[in-house]
Every structure is written in C-alpha cells, then in structure tokens.
C-alpha cells in the first residue's frame, strides 16, 4: 500500500508499505478521507516530540472497515467510521471525572500510532475501548465526515466559553477553524457574529462561504475599536481566538463586553507564550478566560450529528481536495493559507 511517512522536518516520503493487519481489539480501515490541518503544517516544518519518525501522519480520519481484529466489538465489513484524533486514556482521575480533553496521559493518532495518510491503516484498541470510532450517518460523505475531528474541537471551545443563544460572538481568525467557529456560533444561537483577521485576502474568501454579520481586517483598521463600533460600544459576549497569535489574545481583553468569555481556542509558539494582561479588566469587568484542547470521544460523535443534521455545514469549506502523491502540496497549500480545508483521498 502507499504511505506518506513524515521522517524529519521538511521531508515526508510518499512510499510503499506492507498492508497492516489488526490484532485483538483493532480495527483495519480503507481510508476514504483524511484531511489537514495546520498541525500538519507545524510538524512538516518543526516535528513534534511525541513523533519518533517514521511515522505516517494524518489524523483527521474518514474510511470504512476492512477486517476487525478478535475482541474488537460488534463492528463489520463496510461500516463507515470517523476516528478520534487524540486518545485518553479513560482510567485516570481526570478521565474519570469525565474531563477526558486534558488526560494527562493522552495519545493521539499520527503521533503515537500510524495515521490517515495511508491506503490502510489500523485503529488501535486504545481508540476503541474509550469509544473513539464513530459510525458515519448516511447523508454525510467521508470527506465531511474528516471534518468532524476539528469541529469537535471547536465544539469544546464554545462549551467551554458557553456560546449561547443571543450572544455576540467575535471570532478571531480566518482559517478553516474560524469558519467553524462562525458555523458553530450560529448553531449555538449567537445573535451576532464578527469575523476578525489581518489577511484581507483570506478574510474575504472566508467570509464569502461563511457569512459572518460582519468583517473586520485588522492590517485596515483597530479590530478593537472596531468591535466596540459594532456593538454600541458594548463589546462581545464571546471573544474566540483562533489564531496562534499573542495579540490576538491581549485584543480579546479590549474586546470582551462586561462579564464577557475570552476563548484562548489557539495555542501560541512554545517559544513565546506570554501575553500581557491587564488583571484589572479581567477583576472589574469579571471577565473569563478559557483554555480549550482538543475534544473527547464524545464531542467528535456529536460534531458528527451536527454536520449530519445541517445544523453545522462542512463540505462547502472543503475547497481542496487532493489524492495521497499530493500530501505536500496539500500542506504546502495549508501553509499559503490558499485553502479552507483541504482533504486527503488515498
């Protein structure tokens, strides 16, 4: 079968491999979809050091099952099946008190074990006794289906931040998870959404798909000032940061209305992640600050159900869609921010 397998930063080598077979408690699937993202584009170019190379990559995970190892469930030959991306481990105090996104003890396909970007790969039994394999609902095709992964990180988030009904909500950043987030902001009933982003192009090209109330480039205008402009001087309920950017998150604190949520959804750069913050406007304003990583078992089944019932559109923010010789310039597209989301068919 054709792999691509990441071996060092700026080298991933489409190669041949054996088929793998499963063991007990594994699953075997025929990957249909399997789509990038920017961590992608941060482990082509840096690593990461829960990889030991080689290692195939890809965790955004849409296929049917092949062959089903001894002890693997009630699972069967074509059944179609969305994979969790990162594994807890389902036994430790923080699991057990259902806080599963931050078990210290988590795994994650791509990382740990051989991902999407294969033929063929093999779902571990770790992915399988904390319920990470997900039956696909019939109206959603693969490639939404891999799509369902990131939305379930998002849908944490706005947990996390408690997006609801009526709330003005700002979304920071343009990429394919700002349009998620705009997407979910809606079904959660935010009465007005602002989409914030220097990039005039990508903010342009997000916005056409997705519609936010408003736009806000920050390389024309203060998105700041801007954002009190638009809410009467008020402020948002929610700001969500989904851009690894520092300022971004000090612009939160300015943008958040009296007891406001700041989401801090992107990470920032290991090697800088330190903001400026002004605790006075958290304590008067009795602002909150969120972290949010990744999701659970859970959200991704429920991401599912969002796509399939509509509630969240995903294939229309699927703009590229590419075969597995083509991983590079998929993450290269990724890289050039020419792409909302780009898939992955082996």
């Not at 054709?2 to 063991?23: M, S």
């Not at 740990?112 to 294969?118: E, K, L, N, P």
């Not at 990470?267 to 903001?275: A, S, T, Y």
Request: hydrophobic fraction near 40%.
């Amino acid at each position: 079968m054709k792999v691509a397998r990441f071996y060092a930063p700026g080298d991933i080598r489409i190669e041949q491999a054996e088929e793998p077979e499963p063991g007990p408690g594994e699953l075997k699937l025929r990957v249909r979809n399997c789509s990038t993202c920017g961590t992608d584009a941060k482990i082509f170019r840096h690593g990461h050091h829960h990889i030991a190379p080689p290692r195939v990559i890809g965790h955004e995970i849409a296929g049917e099952v092949v062959a089903a190892g001894s002890e693997a469930g009630d699972w069967a030959v074509g059944d179609r099946v969305q994979v969790i991306a990162a594994i807890p481990c389902g036994t430790c105090p923080d699991c057990r008190r259902g806080w599963r996104t931050i078990c210290p003890n988590q795994e994650s396909m791509g990382y740990q074990y051989d991902g999407g970007f294969a033929e063929y790969m093999i779902v571990p039994a770790k992915v399988l006794a904390v319920d990470g394999v997900n039956r696909i609902p019939d109206p959603v095709g693969f490639a939404e289906a891999s799509v369902a992964e990131p939305l379930a990180c998002v849908l944490n988030g706005q947990e996390l931040a408690r997006v609801g009904e009526g709330d003005t909500v700002v979304v920071m950043g343009a990429g394919p998870i700002g349009c998620l987030h705009v997407r979910m902001a809606r079904a959660n009933g935010a009465a007005q959404v602002i989409l914030v982003e220097p990039n005039r192009a990508r903010l342009d090209a997000a916005a056409a798909v997705v519609r936010p109330d408003a736009v806000v480039c920050g390389a024309e205008t203060d998105p700041i000032d801007e954002v009190r402009k638009l809410t009467d001087g008020r402020g948002a309920d929610v700001v969500i940061t989904a851009a690894a950017a520092g300022k971004a998150q000090e612009d939160a604190l300015q943008m958040a209305a009296r007891r406001g949520r700041i989401s801090f959804f992107g990470g920032l750069p290991k090697d800088n992640p330190v903001i400026a913050c002004d605790s006075n406007l958290v304590h008067y304003r009795e602002l909150t600050i969120v972290g949010a990583n990744g999701s659970s078992p859970d959200h991704n089944r429920r991401a599912l159900d969002l796509i399939a019932s509509g509630a969240v559109p995903v294939s229309d923010l699927i703009t590229h869609r590419m075969g597995l010789d083509d991983v590079l310039t998929a993450i290269e597209t990724v890289i050039a921010g020419d792409a909302i989301k780009v898939t992955i068919a082996p």
